[in-house]
């Protein structure tokens, strides 16, 4: 069933359309990876499936009990992010803040699932740490952590692995492949590193203001073959 489904979507900018009559759906389970040159609408795209922004046509719908504050989102760092001065729980909890409600400080059950969430993530050992004195491998999982305090359905990751190095690359596509596989979040992740963000998704979606192609691992390689054929 669909956790999310984009209907024909249009998405402007004073005028200027930035992606234009986009229509896929993301299924519960799905490993999606999302490709496309800068400029393509990429973020445009991921920014309407998190409610960031209102398509002028068309529509984003969520189903099978999503809500739109419960996915998990993992943006690209800046440069002044990396040296956030917070603990590594503290920025963790703050994954739930969508769930506060009225209160005005983290109860012990918010609390629960940030330990929980990091324990998954092997960074239970880092809660005290300051999260700018982590490497980048460890400070990627520390935010992966913090999505997941907002969603056991769906994570959307916007070039993750950028900066890493190719060990910490390959941990981080792990504990991906891990939580799709055995936890059964749905995975929507924007990458330029095809080769490793392939290897264990389901889907492709290329996006180039519009959507050139949407298939199975299968369908995107014979596609892509029969383009180079035409170039």
């Known amino acids: 069933m669909a956790l999310i489904t984009l209907r024909d979507v249009t998405i402007a900018f004073e005028g200027v359309p930035a992606v234009e009559h986009v229509s896929f759906q993301i299924d519960r389970g799905d490993y999606l990876v999302v490709i496309?040159?800068?400029?393509s609408g990429k973020s445009t795209l991921m920014r309407a499936m998190l409610g960031l922004l209102h398509p002028c046509g068309g529509a984003v719908r969520y189903g099978d009990g999503l809500k739109r504050n419960q996915i998990g989102?993992?943006?690209?760092?800046?440069?002044?992010?990396?040296?956030?001065?917070?603990?590594v729980e503290e920025v963790v909890l703050s994954g739930c803040i969508n769930q506060l409600g009225r209160r005005f400080f983290y109860g012990r059950e918010l609390q629960k699932k940030a330990r929980e969430k990091m324990a998954l993530l092997d960074i239970e050992n880092l809660a005290d740490k300051s999260y700018r004195t982590l490497s980048g491998g460890q400070q990627q999982r520390v935010l992966l952590a913090r999505a997941l305090c907002a969603t056991d359905a769906l994570l959307i990751l916007d070039e993750p692995v950028t900066g890493l190095d190719p060990g910490a690359t390959q941990e981080f596509y792990a504990l991906i492949r891990r939580l799709n596989s055995e936890h059964g979040v749905s995975i929507v992740m924007v990458s330029h590193d095809l080769h490793g963000s392939m290897a264990d998704a389901n889907k492709v979606l290329v996006v180039d203001r519009g959507v050139s192609f949407c298939g199975s691992i299968a369908e995107y390689r014979k596609w892509h073959r029969l383009e180079a054929e035409v170039e």
């Open 36 to 39: 496309g040159e800068n400029g």
């Open 73 to 87: 989102y993992l943006p690209q760092q800046t440069a002044v992010q990396r040296d956030f001065p917070a603990s």
